[in-house]
């Protein structure tokens, strides 16, 4: 089992900026593909941002390239996704997922461990 915790949630004005993390425990960190997802109140889970295992490949859903940043420490077993330029429509749960892909996927169904989600408050 790989347990994710995520951190660094809260409330912000639209404009700026936070930084979430992800820390991994129970298997090896750096085995995973991990991913980014995100889900507002009445809406489906949805991509958000990926990245590989290892080399720094990443993916972003069109709604956040150029605002969001997706990065891994697997030294630290510790996922980030840092937002900047936030707006009232990123408010929603975040959550981080593992992948035992190659390459990650874009549908929730292709992540096999999942955060308990912590809360993204854009106030306008």
């Known amino acids: 089992q790989l347990q994710l915790v995520e951190s660094g949630g809260g409330l912000v004005q639209a404009g700026g900026s936070l930084r979430l993390s992800c820390a991994a425990s129970?298997?090896?960190?750096?085995?995973?593909?991990m991913g980014w997802f995100r889900q507002a109140p009445g809406k489906e889970r949805e991509f958000v941002a990926a990245?590989?295992?290892?080399?720094?490949?990443?993916y972003y859903a069109d709604s956040v390239k150029g605002r969001f940043t997706i990065s891994r420490d697997n030294a630290k077993n510790t996922l980030y996704l840092q937002m900047n330029s936030l707006k009232p429509e990123d408010t929603a749960v975040y959550y981080c997922?593992?992948?035992?892909?190659?390459?990650?996927?874009?549908?929730?169904?292709?992540?096999?461990?999942w955060g308990q989600g912590t809360q993204v408050t854009v106030s306008s």
């Open positions: 990245i590989r295992r290892i080399g720094g490949s990443t």
């Open positions: 129970g298997r090896t960190f750096g085995s995973y593909a």
């Open positions: 997922a593992a992948s035992g892909r190659l390459v990650p996927g874009m549908t929730p169904i292709e992540y096999d461990y």
